[in-house]
Nanobody
């Protein structure tokens, strides 16, 4: 069992930056692939970014490429999402999630553990 706790959300203006953090409860954090997902009001949860357990691979959804950066510090059991040049359409609840080696990076059903989410609101 892995418990995940997100932090760092808030209300910002378009063009601003935010850094989200996700603290994992277990030292085995370094063995999990990690992802960030988001869910806007009235919409389905969508994939945002992925990082493999050993930092070897990262993937992003097209709408955030060049603006968001996913990273992790396995020594601190922490996942990050640096979000720059934020847009109103980035407004959503952001979730971090953990998965084992099987399954893909993009499908939320492949992830076993989820945080409670942190709200990001970008005003125009």
């Amino acid at each position: 069992q892995v418990q995940l706790v997100e932090s760092g959300g808030g209300l910002v203006q378009a063009g601003d930056s935010l850094r989200l953090s996700c603290l994992a409860s277990r030292r085995t954090f370094g063995s999990y692939d990690m992802g960030w997902f988001r869910q806007a009001p009235g919409k389905e949860r969508e994939f945002v970014a992925f990082i493999s357990y050993n930092n070897g691979r990262t993937y992003y959804t097209d709408s955030v490429k060049g603006r968001f950066t996913i990273s992790r510090d396995n020594a601190k059991n922490t996942l990050y999402l640096e979000m720059d040049s934020l847009k109103p359409e980035d407004t959503a609840v952001y979730y971090c999630a953990a998965k084992g080696p099987s399954g893909g990076a993009y499908d939320s059903t492949d992830y076993n553990y989820w945080g409670q989410g942190t709200q990001v609101t970008v005003s125009s």
